[in-house]
């Protein structure tokens, strides 16, 4: 019944459209990396949940088209003279798209649903800066009622950390930091997420979601500045291949893509010319050693696999140049830091690398009479294949020996993270707000999760620490780079490229920008008919 | 078979029957043009898969990093164009700018010149780039802030292009119908083997134990056999050796049906009763009579489950889930291939033609098997 | 007809007992497969970046997963009998119940209708090629049918995307598009061309059988039209074909991987290989029941058809 009214819904759109009576709907087909998880953004992690997200729901603060941090729901903030406390003056015509206001309250009920261990948040860390988070999430003898979030007002909602943050105010643009609909929620419980229960109070409202198929969203009238919103609907659809979904674009069925087949690129730029774009991005592709293996415990023979690894070449080659060699964990350009520090094997040759590196295996003990074997894991997928044979065959220059594991994702990350049973292993990071700290944590030595490496090293944990009780911005970036450097030498972590945002975008579209974020808010965006 | 001292009568039988029945099959399927020319492909397809990969001139897993996805040629790399950015790049490793650039026949010249000394031991880039051989210098000028060298050129041919690490397609196409034709008859052979024991116990057996038997078929039968092959892909993943044995053990369940079927038929045989009357061992009349007689059907069914186990492997191969680096198989370099359709089509095309005419050549054998052995047809 | 009586007489019984024999083998699928996805390593909730310890531990009880196995395993029993597959670990704002509500119409729809055409092509190029036995058209089909069994379909699929909708512009290259007609003739066709080819193989070899047969070859000395002499040839030799698909109508109908992903369908095809790879264990699982109810579902069709076509046959 549904469905054929549906149809006929459609068959009457289509007949409108072309007999132009009437200004027909501007629908925007978004290509999206995969399918949500769950809509519900307490409940998400990744950076395509992120798209949709942006689109439906409104934080205090928001990115724009340029991936800049301004106002969201709080038109003004101050903060106070320590840095810990935040105070968000919300706007007077924020609404949900029921007609209800967005209140100070309703931050305050969704930061704490999200810090509650009892909703299973997956990505709550995010939000360990403010008070007391940390503590409420783990259990560890404080309720939610505890968190350092106070409407002082409808109007005026007020957030104390637990230590100066610098980037706190982008953390807040983060989906963990998303509002929900308080009484849809509670009414609705798990189920408020579905079309026609969910309140949003952000551009758009869901209209639908087909798995596998489509997430459609559809304009909020009620929204603060719908005047200025373009685009009736987005349509959200998942890139299951992405060859395919390259061709799509090209025929015209889809407006942009989060990403593009990149050992295609100059095929790609040949067909499709400057609607092939590609920008950095702060995220880092990397082979994580494992520290506590008998072959990889000397830094020297770290450091000498490290060093022969022709980046460049990978980056043109397999990665059509939509990625960029890596000579550090940070990636450069980020926020709060000076120029990271880098390898100090970057200015040399390729032929005086390759003679360090092996006269730093001979002293590790290895030669010709005993060769380094390294077993080096991978995910599946194509251009990690190709990656890790390229790493292999610079590593073959050494006379170091390379055998292949490549399994599914699951596998893969479970193996790293759970069990020692592995050498070396490729990984990768996308940094979630752009600060050096985000990257340097992954080796702290009680970092049990990203620690993929089981690096140890009590000197770089203090550094860390002193870096986080620091307020002056000037000498905690000093200090965080005294870590990385520590961290090149000892070489846990092999960084080899930094991420790329990969998208095809239609001349049609009109509004993109791109930037480091990979942040694309369709509220900011038109289309050119 | 003829030693069956026990019934020698019997066993007498089986080997004059048994020779009449091939060689009348073999008469048969050799009058059949479309599976002589098949069986003649797939001996040179072995063969050359065997040999091939010795003898092209490269190793299956060897990169040319400065030859990443050139076109299939018949004609040897570098080509004229490539040489010249080829020698500017390794002057700007020299840190110099190359002054003159001649090619004569297969010997590089080219004058360099530097704002200070060059260094002559970066002159090793030469030999790394895969285009050049060791370069010798002729003449040094200017306190060696102008050098000339003298450099061979390499040249090698790819009639099949190179993939995107820049590995020849040629021999990697003949490597990889090594392993895929091993893969489908390892796992053949254990579905075969797994598949007519069952079968034939079952079927001679009969009655509750036939029940019970073929009642575990069906159940095995009703699994969803992706999800069967993923989960082994994930236990196996390491060893694909291993994962197609198990693919194997899950293949043989056809192979069970028909021998059962077969076994039914040839137990009312008065060969098999009269066996049974002098007091033959079960074991040793299923060895002995029953498995020999259903040879037919299984030779057939083997020459279209190695094709189905191919096809198989590609999927998985699609999937992401094929053999290991720097092993491949047809199916990896399809599925490459297939993503690559737009920008690089001769990844696709090459291994295609070699696995589509391989599996060609099984299914007219198959066909041309069946023609033969089918007892009505005489 | 003689037989439409006698089939009736014990088709009921037949029916039955088939369907009481089923709930022990699903029940032993279901077994088997529950503790096979839970020897794999990794869980749902792994992702690339690792979770909180005390995050994982919620989210474990949350869904039961901190329970021991067993008993798990007998929850998941107890809710499948009532028909509950539970909620998916992976698209978490569904239940498996849900998903597959809107997966399989799709699934279904584009099986259906690869099965028909299959049926229809295949059964009418089988029956010229065994006519004309030998002649040029037969080689062709022959031929044509040794392609569609070769050429992969993950090949296949690109270049018609290519084909027909890049370079003619004619058909759209994916997207369900509520079903319209425009976009499942691809999908169909790709899905179609392996069935096609063995349905054609199976006809021209059993027709070819056939006509040799004594009886049609009476009715062919008899000169009766040729449509006459078809239809009692194919009654004999569509036979084997109706075995042949009841497991492939089964499996068609149940989706394929391939084809959704390249055409980007929201079929449930794709549930076999997301659900095991992303650890989606009630996904899995419930993949697995369906496939499984389908498959005995289509074995029985067969068995009936089968007495219906050859009145020799007996319900055992």
Redesign the interface.
């Known amino acids: 019944m549904s469905s054929w009214f549906k149809r006929m819904a459609i068959a009457a759109a289509a007949t409108v459209a072309f007999t132009g009576m009437a200004a027909a709907q501007v629908v925007y087909n978004r290509g999206n990396d995969a399918d949500p998880e769950t809509l519900d953004p307490h409940k998400t992690s990744t950076t395509y949940e992120s798209h949709i997200l942006r689109d439906m729901l409104e934080g205090l603060m928001i990115y724009d088209a340029a991936g800049k941090v301004i106002p969201g729901v709080a038109e003004k903030h101050e903060i106070s003279d320590d840095g810990v406390t935040y105070r968000f003056t919300l706007r007077q015509n924020a609404k949900w798209s029921n007609g209800d206001p967005v209140k100070a309250s309703d931050f305050v009920f969704s930061l704490r649903r999200i810090m509650d261990p009892a909703t299973g948040a997956k990505y709550a860390n995010i939000l360990y800066p403010i008070k007391n988070a940390e503590k409420i999430n783990k259990s560890q003898g404080s309720k939610p009622e505890d968190l350092g979030v106070k409407a002082v007002d409808d109007r005026t909602l007020e957030i104390t950390l637990e230590r100066p943050t610098p980037y706190f105010l982008e953390l807040l643009t983060h989906q963990t930091g998303l509002p929900v609909h308080q009484a849809s929620v509670q009414r609705h419980n798990a189920d408020f997420v579905k079309p026609g229960n969910y309140v949003s109070n952000g551009a758009y409202v869901l209209k639908e979601f087909v798995p596998n198929s489509q997430i459609r969203l559809e304009k909020n009238t009620n929204f603060h500045d719908a005047q200025n919103v373009k685009i009736d609907a987005v349509v959200f659809q998942p890139q299951k291949d992405?060859?395919a979904t390259a061709?799509r674009f090209e025929a015209g069925e889809l407006h942009s893509t989060s990403d593009f087949?990149a050992?295609?690129t100059?095929?790609?730029r040949q067909?499709l010319g400057d609607q092939v774009h590609t920008s950095p991005r702060l995220g880092l592709y990397y082979i994580s050693l494992n520290t506590t293996k008998e072959n990889l415990k000397d830094p020297r023979v770290r450091q000498a696999l490290s060093m022969v690894i022709?980046r460049e070449?990978i980056a043109e080659?397999?990665w059509g140049g939509t990625m960029l060699p890596a000579y550090s964990i940070v990636p450069p350009g980020i926020g709060n830091y000076k120029e990271p520090a880098t390898a100090d094997f970057k200015t040399m040759?390729?032929?005086e690398r390759e003679d360090k590196a092996k006269e730093l295996l001979k002293q590790a003990g290895y030669g010709p009479g005993k060769p380094l074997k390294v077993q080096l894991r991978y995910n599946?997928?194509?251009n990690n294949?190709?990656t890790?044979?390229?790493v292999?065959?610079d590593w073959k220059r050494i006379g170091v020996e390379t055998a292949?594991?490549?399994?599914?994702a699951k596998?893969h990350f479970a193996v790293l993270r759970d069990t020692n049973d592995y050498e070396a292993a490729r990984a990768g990071w996308i940094g979630d707000y752009s600060d050096p700290q985000n990257f340097l944590f992954l080796l702290e030595s009680d970092n049990k999760g990203f620690n993929y490496a089981k690096y140890n090293n009590p000197a770089f944990d203090a550094l860390m620490k002193k870096a986080a009780d620091e307020k002056n911005l000037d000498k905690r970036a000093d200090i965080l780079k005294e870590a990385e450097a520590m961290l090149m030498k000892d070489m846990p972590y092999i960084p080899v490229l930094f991420y790329g945002n990969n998208n095809l975008v239609s001349n049609k579209l009109q509004g993109w920008v791109d930037n480091v974020t990979g942040a694309h808010p369709t509220r900011f965006m038109s289309i050119k008919q | 078979m003829a030693q069956g001292a026990v019934i020698p009568t019997e066993a007498m039988k089986g080997t004059v029957q048994g020779r009449s029945l091939w060689a009348d099959a073999r008469t048969r399927l050799f009058r059949n043009k479309a599976a002589v020319v098949s069986i003649g492909w797939l001996l040179f397809m072995a063969l050359i898969c065997i040999v091939g990969p010795e003898v092209t001139g490269h190793q299956y897993d060897r990169?040319y990093?400065e030859y990443?996805r050139v076109e299939p040629s018949l004609s040897a790399y570098p080509k004229a164009d490539q040489i010249t950015p080829s020698v500017e790049r390794i002057g700007s490793?020299l840190r110099a700018t190359p002054e003159s650039i001649t090619v004569e026949g297969d010997t590089l010249r080219a004058t360099f010149v530097g704002q200070r000394p060059i260094d002559e031991?970066?002159l090793?880039?030469f030999p790394?780039s895969d285009l050049f051989g060791d370069a010798r210098v002729i003449e040094r000028a200017d306190e060696g802030r102008r050098i000339s060298v003298e450099v061979p050129i390499e040249r090698r041919y790819f009639f099949f292009g190179t993939d995107?690490?820049?590995r020849d397609l040629l021999t990697r196409t003949l490597f990889a119908g090594r392993i895929s034709l091993s893969i489908g008859l390892l796992a053949t052979f254990v579905a075969i083997t797994i598949g007519v024991i069952y079968g034939a116990v079952s079927g001679y057996l009969g009655g509750r134990v036939d029940v019970i038997m073929m009642?575990f078929v069906?159940?095995l039968?009703?699994?969803?056999f992706?999800?069967f092959v993923?989960?082994l892909?994930?236990?196996f993943?390491?060893n694909f050796v291993l994962m197609f044995i198990a693919v194997g053990a899950v293949e043989w369940l056809d192979m069970a049906r028909i021998v059962r079927g077969q076994t039914l038929s040839i137990k009312r045989q008065e060969y098999v009763q009269a066996a049974e009357a002098l007091g033959v061992e079960t074991k040793g009349i299923i060895r002995r009579h029953v498995i020999p007689n259903t040879l037919g059907p299984v030779v057939v069914y083997m020459t279209l489950l190695v094709?189905r186990v191919i096809?198989l492997e590609?999927?998985l191969s699609?999937?992401?889930?094929g053999v290991?680096?720097?092993m491949t198989s047809w199916?990896v370099l399809?599925?490459?291939g297939?993503?690559?359709?737009?920008?690089?089509a001769f990844m696709?095309i090459f291994p295609?033609i070699f696995?589509?005419s391989t599996?060609?050549a099984l299914?007219?054998i198959g066909d041309g098997l069946r023609d033969a052995l089918d007892p009505?047809d005489r | 007809m003689w037989f439409y009586r006698s089939a009736r007489d014990s088709v009921l019984p037949f029916i039955l007992r088939r369907f009481l024999s089923a709930v022990p083998?699903?029940f032993?699928?279901v077994t088997?497969?529950f503790f096979?996805?839970r020897?794999?390593?990794g869980g749902p909730f792994d992702l690339e970046q690792p979770l909180e310890a005390k995050v994982m531990e919620n989210l474990m009880r949350i869904y039961n997963l901190d329970r021991p196995l067993i008993e798990q395993y007998g929850l998941y029993l107890w809710h499948l009998a009532q028909g509950d597959f539970g909620p998916s670990f992976y698209f978490r704002d569904f239940t498996i119940g849900e998903l597959f509500m809107q997966g399989l119409p799709v699934s279904i729809t584009l099986g259906a209708l690869a099965l028909l055409v299959a049926v229809l092509v295949g059964g009418t190029l089988g029956t010229i090629a065994a006519f004309r036995q030998n002649s040029a058209i037969d080689y062709l089909v022959t031929g044509f049918a040794?392609?569609g069994?070769?050429?992969?379909n993950?090949?296949v699929a690109?270049?018609f995307q290519?084909v027909f909708g890049l370079m003619l512009a004619m058909l759209p290259i994916g997207g369900w598009n509520d079903g319209a007609v425009r976009n499942i003739i691809l999908p169909v066709i790709v899905l179609a061309l392996p069935q096609i080819a063995v349905v054609a193989r199976m006809i021209r070899a059993s027709m070819i059988?056939a006509l040799r047969s004594n009886h049609i070859r009476t009715l062919r000395s008899l000169g009766l039209p040729t449509s006459t002499v078809v239809s009692h040839a194919l009654r004999g030799a569509s036979l084997p074909v109706v075995s042949y698909l009841g497991?492939a109508a089964a499996a068609l109908l149940?989706g394929s991987?391939?084809v959704e992903t390249i055409f980007a369908l929201p079929g449930i095809g794709r549930y076999?290989?997301e659900?095991?790879?992303n650890r989606d264990y009630t996904l899995?699982m419930g993949?697995?029941v369906l496939?499984?109810v389908f498959?005995?579902f289509f074995n029985l069709l067969v068995d009936i058809l089968y007495a219906l076509i050859d009145p020799r046959v007996r319900y055992e």
């Open positions: 992405l060859a061709r087949p050992d295609q100059k095929s790609l067909r022709d070449l080659q397999v040759s390729p032929i599946s997928s194509d294949k190709n890790v044979v390229q292999a065959d292949f594991i490549n399994t599914d596998t | 990169v990093t990443s490793r031991r970066s090793a880039f790394r995107t690490n820049g009642r069906d159940i039968y009703s699994l969803p992706i999800f993923i989960m892909v994930v236990f993943g390491r094709p096809l590609s999927f699609f999937l992401g889930l290991q680096e720097p199916g399809i599925a490459d297939a993503r690559n359709i737009q920008g690089a696709l295609s696995l589509v599996l060609f299914n007219f009505k | 083998t699903l032993l699928i088997i497969s096979l996805i020897v794999a390593p040794a392609m069994l070769t050429i992969p993950f090949v690109p270049v290519i059988e497991p149940t991987v391939v076999f290989v659900g095991a790879l899995v993949t697995v496939v499984a498959v005995m």
